[in-house]
């Protein structure tokens, strides 16, 4: 398959890179849109499809904030992270649904199953990991039967309604749904139920064999990845240890317990092998900022060369989607677009000659 | 004292017999029509609107992201969101009523709902039956009150909800306070309760004013504010006035009226539904206030009706029992909407500067 990489970036750390490093209660839930929005633009013009909205109690409402930050922009998607259990799925596909048609369809979902208890009893959930998943498997087979817009009955564990429908349609029929989780419950939901799961990364022999059972049910493989690209890879090395350095044993604290209070097994995995293995698990791909800035931060390290031949690597594993992060972000993605996008694309179009 | 005056955003255009047709399962509906509103919006902003309702039903769009949709084209107008607790997580509410304070200067109040078809609600999930509905209307603004109210994280065990340990880091922000204004609706006991203990304006559909006045005594006692929902059909002439009226009315005839009427009063186990329906039989409770609209509008649709002089004594009428703020609507949308705050509104507020500000306190202890 010659499709081209698709590339998105998060949004969760705009305007503040060190965010990541703050004991959650005391994150700012007002970031600045100022800042949002230069980013969103920028990622218009550096070939990023979408930009990820994360949930959480310490952040806006990432549906809300997508519809303000779609209206002040002209072609970037939006990712929004959805938490099945805590809204109607009838009432969050109307949700979706409005913002499509505000949008012309420039949404898709992040179904995220959460990963901390303590901030899930807050919203009123009180299931555990397992029972999340299931949860969150009959949620988008209700959104479904929503999307074809027909009235239909459903009654499962969790969720029963009966002749559902909303009038308000998605814009283009259906959304593209992204699925984010490393557990077998994880697997098994994308499976059925994504265009696409998000995992962390591993070296690429890994990536292939675990993504082969999921990359045969049709569902993509997508990398959630910190990059750290530089015109050498002296310089990358530099700057990955410059944005650790400074980092307090307080922001250790911060992540030891929520690598302790977390039920997610992609984020306690990543960060245990940060806190006791070597921390570079290939020459490229660094888990040292892990202990400081969470399993988000685990990064790939390099030069632009470096970093461009990493993701072909990736793609020849079965991987046909990257999530993005980068500290400060938008300096990250002006490398990314201008260096590492253009080595990318013109490797596809002899990988595409080649095959024709 | 002076009034407020809300008026329900136009949605699915101007085409009266559409409308008429089925109260909600126009298609027209179902999508924003940004630049209408738009327009819909900041004439409402410059005629004095306080507030735009934005109602909650599966035919239409989702009036918080519609209405966040609209904030940005004006700067005054306030938007006021209508939600039905039983869909939501009370923290992801308060999340998002809170993000849409920071993201439109505070402009958003609520319209809290318990919905009024038991088909509708099972749409959504929701098969809880009329009376525990309120009972968990009350849990969720308790949980809301909590979220908004106090610095610490909220503990709550309840029938219906629970949560621990909910905190936001967004709070909500605005001019006017650290929490949005609730009006909460419904003529039953249950729901006057519910908004005695926790809104700031209990709604009734339009009533006598005398009935009217032993009905919110109480609640206005305790401090709740009182509104109407109503809808204006004002006109230069009380004959011009009539005529509109009777054109609405005839209009639907053309259509199958009492059809509509069975689905929807038979579909409905809301009290104060009912109640309206039944009041309807002797079209005219004042010289200004008509009823007859309400067979094929539904109950919202108790009409202010006459000249603007009328219409504002009407008003003051109400004003003099305590009743503090009105929720509009008319047709066409916009004209009516235009007409009134241009014509009614100015008489209004002359009139209301010759008002004794005790007055409504004195009826509220009588």
Redesign the interface.
Same mark, same amino acid.
């Given at each position: 398959m010659n499709q081209a990489l698709r590339f998105h970036w998060s949004l969760s750390q705009a305007g503040n890179s060190r965010r990541r490093s703050i004991d959650?209660?005391k994150?700012? %839930?007002?970031p600045s849109?100022e800042a949002q929005e230069a980013l969103c633009r920028k990622a218009e013009s550096c070939g990023i499809e979408t930009m990820l909205m994360a949930i959480g109690?310490?952040?806006?409402?990432p #549906? #809300? #904030?997508a519809?303000?930050l779609g209206?002040r922009t002209k072609s970037i998607g939006f990712m929004v992270a959805c938490r099945a %259990?805590?809204?109607?799925?009838? #009432?969050f596909t109307?949700?979706l649904?409005?913002?499509s048609?505000?949008l012309l369809g420039r949404i898709c979902i992040n179904m995220v199953s959460g990963h901390t208890p %303590?901030e899930l009893?807050? *919203? %009123?959930?009180?299931q555990d990991h397992d029972a999340r998943y299931r949860r969150t498997a009959e949620f988008l087979a209700?959104c479904r039967g929503l999307w074809r817009q027909k009235?239909f009955d459903y009654h499962g564990e969790f *969720?029963?309604?009966?002749?559902?429908?909303?009038?308000?349609?998605f814009h283009g029929g259906a959304p593209e749904i992204f699925v984010g989780g490393n557990s077998e419950e994880a697997f098994q939901l994308a499976a059925e139920h994504a265009d696409c799961l998000w995992r962390f990364p591993d070296a690429p022999e890994v990536i292939a064999a675990e993504s082969a059972p999921l990359l045969r049910t049709g569902t993509q493989v997508g990398l959630l990845v910190s990059l750290i690209a530089r015109p050498t890879r002296e310089q990358a090395h530099a700057a990955a240890r410059a944005s650790i350095k400074p980092f307090s044993e307080e922001t250790l604290a911060v992540h030891r317990n929520f690598a302790n209070k977390s039920d997610a097994r992609g984020f306690r995995s990543v960060y245990r092998r940060a806190e006791h293995a070597d921390a570079w698990i290939t020459p490229t791909l660094w888990t040292g900022a892990v202990p400081y800035l969470g399993a988000p931060a685990i990064a790939l390290v390099g030069s632009y060369d470096d970093i461009a031949r990493d993701l072909w690597e990736y793609r020849e594993a079965g991987v046909r989607q990257f999530l993005f992060m980068g500290r400060p972000d938008i300096e990250e993605m002006d490398r990314f677009g201008r260096q590492i996008l253009p080595r990318i694309r013109a490797r596809e179009r002899v990988s595409a000659g080649g095959a024709a | 004292m002076t009034a407020s005056f809300h008026w329900r955003l136009a949605e699915g255009g101007e085409n009266l017999q559409r409308a008429m047709r089925g109260l909600r399962d126009d298609p027209a509906k179902a999508l924003p029509d940004l630049a209408a509103q738009i327009h819909f919006c900041r004439e409402a902003e410059r005629v004095g609107i306080d507030a735009l309702l934005v109602d909650i039903n599966y035919a239409k769009p989702a009036p918080m992201v519609l209405a966040l949709a609209l904030a940005p084209h004006t700067r005054r107008l306030r938007f006021m969101v209508a939600h039905r607790p039983g869909l939501m997580s009370p923290t992801l509410f308060v999340q998002q009523v809170n993000s849409f304070s920071a993201l439109a200067e505070g402009r958003i109040c609520l319209n809290m709902v318990v919905g009024h078809s038991p088909d509708e609600q099972a749409y959504y999930g929701d098969f809880l039956e009329h009376d525990p509905r309120y009972a968990r209307m009350e849990e969720f603004l308790e949980i809301c009150r909590g979220l908004w109210e106090t610095a610490e994280p909220v503990d709550y065990s309840g029938r219906y909800l629970q949560v621990e340990g909910a905190r936001l880091n967004t709070p909500f922000t605005s001019p006017k306070g650290r929490k949005p204004q609730i009006f909460l609706g419904g003529n039953s006991k249950q729901a006057q309760q519910a908004a005695t203990a926790y809104a700031d304006c209990w709604l009734r559909f339009g009533e006598h004013p005398q009935r009217l006045a032993s009905a919110i005594a109480p609640v206005l006692k305790s401090g709740t504010a009182v509104g109407l929902r109503l809808a204006v059909i004002a006109r230069p002439t009380r004959a011009e006035a009539l005529d509109a009226a009777a054109r609405l009315v005839d209009l639907s005839r053309v259509g199958d009226k009492s059809e509509h009427e069975h689905l929807f009063v038979n579909g409905s186990d809301s009290v104060s539904v009912q109640q309206v329906y039944k009041m309807a039989a002797d079209e005219w409770l004042t010289p200004n206030l008509w009823t007859g609209a309400v067979r094929t509008y539904g109950p919202p649709n108790v009409a202010l009706l006459g000249t603007p002089d009328e219409i504002a004594q009407q008003i003051i009428d109400f004003e003099s029992i305590g009743i503090s703020h009105f929720i509009l609507s008319g047709w066409p949308k916009l004209a009516e909407m235009v007409y009134f705050g241009e014509e009614v509104l100015p008489r209004v507020r002359r009139l209301e500067k010759k008002l004794d500000p005790a007055f409504p306190r004195e009826i509220s202890h009588a």
């Open positions: 959650p209660k994150m700012s %839930g007002l849109l109690f310490t952040r806006p409402d #549906l #809300l #904030l519809t303000s209206l %259990g805590l809204v109607s799925p009838t #009432l109307q949700q649904n409005t913002l048609q505000l %303590g009893r807050g *919203y %009123g959930d009180f209700v009235p *969720y029963r309604v009966e002749q559902a429908r909303v009038h308000t349609p | -």
